[in-house]
């Protein structure tokens, strides 16, 4: 029985690609795509190739190509062919392939499947005001010009662009997330390969380079899928001059939407993967949720790792309706991730945001890393992405001098009665025996719940205050051991001053 997603092809013979353009940082969108093409290779042992179309000279940069790679390392998506790994098929970058397009345009024409076209696009837009049509697109002036006519327009001095000549049939294929689609001729018209200076356009070599990589499977957002008939007309003729076996197989992705039901664009808070690299966010979190964008392992489960993924991973079991991003979602799955790191690789993942944030020197000194290996299972489980762990710990390593309560929280919590509260709590500590957890829970609770008749909330809030300078801090009593009896005694007393 022929497998519905590989046909007749074994898996290990499955190649997708993902090709971005090099314009800086990917959008989530596009990190979307490069992960289900990578977890549809993975699954099935295929090949994974990257290939940067970077056609567009006038938008595409050397840092815009950095940007890429960068966003796919951090991400920990690998690719099989492409840029820094090679290939047998390259080169991987379309700006170096400009002698292979025009080739192929060639010989599209000499075979009939392509056509020059004189029009302007004023003309293209008088005539179809002129007949009614309501199809916008090329009109197919040009298709069957005579000798005479073309003559006329080359003493006219016009120059051409190449259409390929459009089937008159419709299209029909099977997508392997919406099922059967169809495409009538009349919505397809004729379209440009190769712009009037002779630059082939992103509509002749995307193509072209899927066929002349064995590209089987396109897996591709739900925004292309008006451009897939054109495509495929294309495929079609590029295997009849013998480049290429003809269309692969498309799957296209679910849009993803971002507020009032709008797609999510670039300029939408949240889109850019580097806002979640500079946010503290784990790849890990980030790709887990954007794999629930349109596809999950289970229904009763969310949170799962990349291998999981791979292993799991059914193209068909895509859900074709709009993904809506919610950035909330994201952070619950993130911060699930979080905890299900060790202790050891938490601690090595927040060094670099400690040290940009000024808590931690660089390199390290072995006191800081004592007391941050100390203070680690106390924020384990209460971070929801790696920049919180810069406030959270900040207060064990300032020195005392350059020490800042959060203003908002001291005047809502030192005020009088507060001040009052702080300065209970020093008595109480100012000659405890033995500065520890338990000990110093004691001493507190006995002076501030029991003596003063304090709820545990108002009676330990100002207390937090007066030492992490933050009513959401660590465990009190552990940071209360942590800084150590002076710092702690100093902070006490003046809190009471402020």
Known sequence: ??????????????????????????????????????????????????RIEDTDLARNTEEGYASVLDSLRWLGIDWDEGPEVGGPFGPYKQSERFDIYRDIATRLHEAGSAYDCFCTN??????????????????????????????????????SVLRLRMPSEPIIFDDLVRGEVTFLP????????????????????????????GITHVLRGEDLLSSTPRQIA??????????????????????????GNKRL??????????DYVEGGYLPE????????????????????????????????????????FDLKKLDAINAAHMRLLSLEELTTRLTPYLQRGGVLSDPVTPEQGELLARAMPLVHERMNNLTEGVAMLGFLFVEDESFERDPEDAAKLLDETGRGVVKAAHDALADLATWDTAGIDEALRQALVEDLGLKPRNAFGPVRVAITGRRVSPPLFESLELLGRERSLARLASAQQS
């Open 122 to 159: 004023e003309e293209v837009e008088a005539r179809r005001k002129a007949s009614g049509a309501k199809v916008q697109g090329y009109d197919g002036f040009c298709r069957d010009l005579t000798p005479e006519q073309r003559s006329a327009f080359e003493a006219e001095g016009r120059s």
């Open 265 to 274: 664009s670039k300029r939408d808070r949240g889109s850019g993967l580097l």
């Open 186 to 213: 009349e919505h397809v018209p004729d379209f440009a390969l190769v712009r009037a200076n002779g630059d082939p356009l992103y509509t002749l070599v995307n193509p072209a380079d899927d066929a002349l990589m």
């Open 1 to 50: 029985m022929t497998d519905p997603v590989l046909g007749d092809l074994a898996p290990e013979a499955v190649r997708v690609r993902f090709p971005p353009s090099p314009t800086g940082f990917l959008h989530v969108g596009n990190a979307r795509s490069a992960l289900f093409n990578w977890a549809f290779a993975r699954h099935f042992g295929g090949t994974l190739v990257l």
């Open 285 to 324: 979190g980030v790709l887990n949720y954007l794999a629930l964008l349109g596809w999950g392992i289970a229904a009763d489960r969310d949170v799962f790792t990349m291998r999981e993924m791979a292993e799991a991973f059914d193209i068909r079991r895509v859900n074709p309706n709009p993904a809506r």
């Open 234 to 259: 294309l495929y079609q003729a590029l295997e009849a001059i013998g480049v290429g076996t003809g269309a692969p197989r498309f799957g296209h992705l679910p849009i993803v939407m971002g507020e």
